[in-house]
């Protein structure tokens, strides 16, 4: 069974938890969560560039020109692309890049992320940090001892503590996240992953049942 170590707010190892195997104790499955990262970056395209085509721009209508004796070359409309002001030739128009996914496959891919991280001993758990008032200094000293200070960290909390979300949204390569709303991305694009004693517990209630 997979486990992580708890530690305090000093940094200090208290004790070892055991994680739940049908989240962390799964054999990773790279193309499911090579499938998602395809979806998700995808989903998160907008899709709203857009061109106006020759029939699109102001204009047209009348000939510039007669057609002979004029010396010059054919031209049937100021709308054409190669006129100046003219539309453009065949330009890009607004669409949907969304892609669906079955919510099976969204599961299995996040379970996959959670067992990488927990066969790579990369996740540690926070035992409470009771802060009365926002303080980045202790949450920056914190990840200093943990050995973490340079790299890129998201960290799962309940979502309820204000001022330990205050305490480290200033912190270079650190993510806050409610743990009800972590993703394979998330944890692909990050070096660790910590999350508080009430976090593990609200991921395991809603992912685990």
């Known amino acids: ?15 070892t938890l055991d994680l739940n195997g049908k989240l962390f104790g799964q054999k990773p499955k790279p193309e499911v969560i090579h499938q998602y990262v ?19 721009v102001r204009g047209g209508g009348a000939k510039p ?12 409309s100021n709308t054409s692309p190669i006129w100046v002001g003219g539309g ?3 330009p890009p128009q607004m669409r949907d890049y969304r892609i669906n996914l079955p919510k099976k496959m969204k599961r299995l891919a996040l379970v996959s992320a959670l067992s990488s991280k927990a066969f790579e001993n990369k ?5 409470e940090i009771p802060m009365e008032v926002p303080k980045t200094k ?6 200093n001892k943990l050995g973490m200070s340079e790299s890129k960290i998201i960290f799962l909390f309940e979502g309820k503590d204000e001022n330990l979300y205050k305490s480290g949204r200033n ?35 809603v992912f685990a049942r």
């Open 38 to 56: 395809k979806v998700y970056l995808a989903n998160q395209r907008q899709g709203t560039v857009k061109r106006k085509s020759r029939s699109e």
């Open 88 to 90: 453009r030739a065949f």
């Open 1 to 15: 069974m997979p486990s992580a170590s708890v530690y305090d707010k000093e940094g200090t190892k208290v004790d």
């Open 138 to 143: 202790t949450i920056a000293e914190l990840l």
């Open 123 to 127: 996740i540690k758990i926070l035992d």
């Open 171 to 205: 912190i270079k390569g650190l993510v806050f996240k409610r743990a009800s709303l972590i993703n394979p991305y998330d944890l692909l694009n990050s070096d660790f992953l910590i999350m508080t004693k009430k976090a593990l517990e609200n991921l395991e209630e």
């Open 65 to 76: 020109w007669r057609q002979k004796g004029t010396g010059r070359a054919r031209a049937g």
